[in-house]
């Protein structure tokens, strides 16, 4: 099993910034490929950023692209996403997930192939 706890979410201006961190356990965290998904209020949850298990391949929905950015360190067993220019539309619950399965070069965007899942953190946007 691979547990996955979230932090860094929190109350930011139109604009600003956030870095999420997602601490993993698990030996086999290096060849996981990551993912960051959101869900508002009343809202499926949502793909935002995945990554491959290396680091070398990174997708990113509409929304996030240009803005944010999805990286890992192996050694630290810990996976980021940095939001820039945040918007009030960014506002969700932030979770996120582990893809043992993956491809080495591609990267899932459904949530159904995630493994597993930490608790999320809240991110809320004002404007």
């Known amino acids: 099993q691979v547990q996955l706890v979230e932090s860094g979410g929190g109350l930011v201006q139109a604009g600003g910034s956030l870095r999420l961190s997602c601490a993993a356990s698990g030996r086999t965290f290096v060849r996981y490929a990551m993912g960051w998904f959101r869900q508002a209020p009343g809202k499926e949850r949502e793909f935002v950023a995945a990554?491959?298990?290396?680091?070398?391949?990174?997708y990113y929905t509409d929304s996030a692209e240009g803005r944010f950015t999805i990286s890992r360190d192996n050694d630290k067993n810990t996976v980021y996403l940095q939001m820039n220019s945040l918007k009030p539309e960014d506002t969700a619950v932030y979770y996120c997930a582990a893809d043992r399965t993956a491809s080495p070069t591609t990267v899932a965007t459904m949530r159904q192939l995630y493994d597993y899942w930490g608790q999320g953190t809240q991110v809320t946007v004002s404007s």
């Open positions: 990554i491959t298990w290396n680091g070398q391949y990174t």
